[in-house]
């Protein structure tokens, strides 16, 4: 039995305006969260980017999710389901530095994984297996820009691996650590989302390929 192509119908472009500007906002809030975490150590800053960017994209992963139902409605399912669940992980991660930075507990170990988002496992590790199946499906059909596919699964294997490196590595001076964090903090994760962004932002009725 084939794998149908044909793209489904196409939403409002009021819809496609508004996961445009949500899909831009994240990939700003990445990059916000990058630059403030690698070069200001700002640890106020850097949490609430990483709030934001979580939340900013929840709309955007949904959108996306739909342009691939009616080809691959399960895998397009499961795969959105991780893709939330590193997103959310992402902003409870965030809401929590958030919150200690508020309010710092007396006593604290930075040795000690983060209970909500152990070593990033949702963050990057779910988030990052989430991209590599939906760039997968997205090179596969005519629903979004091809490129956009092979730019998601490059972005979601360097996120399993910034993952693994974390969990395994630990020291964060590590090259297996940095290479992948400079590579998705500041280019492939703002790039995916920035240009997901525009490409709504310009589609009519989100129906360009």
């Keep these: 039995m084939s794998i149908p192509t044909q793209a489904p119908a196409a939403p409002s472009r009021a819809a496609s305006r ?3 500007l949500a899909s831009v906002a994240t990939a700003l809030a990445g990059l916000g969260y990058a630059v ?15 709030l934001l960017g979580g939340v900013l994209a929840t709309p955007v992963l949904v959108a996306v999710r739909e342009r691939l139902r009616e080809m691959a409605p ?13 997103a959310l992980g992402s902003a409870v991660h965030g809401g929590y530095d958030l919150a200690n930075v508020v309010h710092p507990p007396v006593a ?20 990052g297996v989430a991209l590599v199946v939906l760039g997968l499906l997205i090179a ?33 001076t590590n090259l297996l650590i ?23 932002l310009r589609a ?3 129906r360009r390929s």
């Design 108 to 127: 604290a170990s930075s040795d000690l994984p983060n209970p909500v988002d152990p070593r990033g496992l949702l963050t990057f590790g779910l988030a």
């Design 36 to 50: 403030s975490f690698v070069i200001l150590k700002d640890a106020l800053l850097s949490a609430l980017f990483l």
């Design 18 to 20: 508004s996961i445009g």
């Design 178 to 200: 940095v290479i992948p964090a400079l590579l998705t903090g500041f280019l492939l994760n703002p790039l995916w989302y920035g240009w997901l962004g525009v490409w709504f």
């Design 140 to 172: 596969r059909s005519r629903a979004l820009p091809r490129w956009l596919g092979y730019l998601a699964c490059l972005n979601g294997v360097l996120l399993v691996l910034l993952y693994l490196g974390r969990l395994l590595i630990l020291d964060p």
């Design 74 to 86: 399960v895998l397009s399912s499961w795969a959105i389901l991780l893709a939330l669940a590193g």
């Design 204 to 206: 009519r009725g989100g």
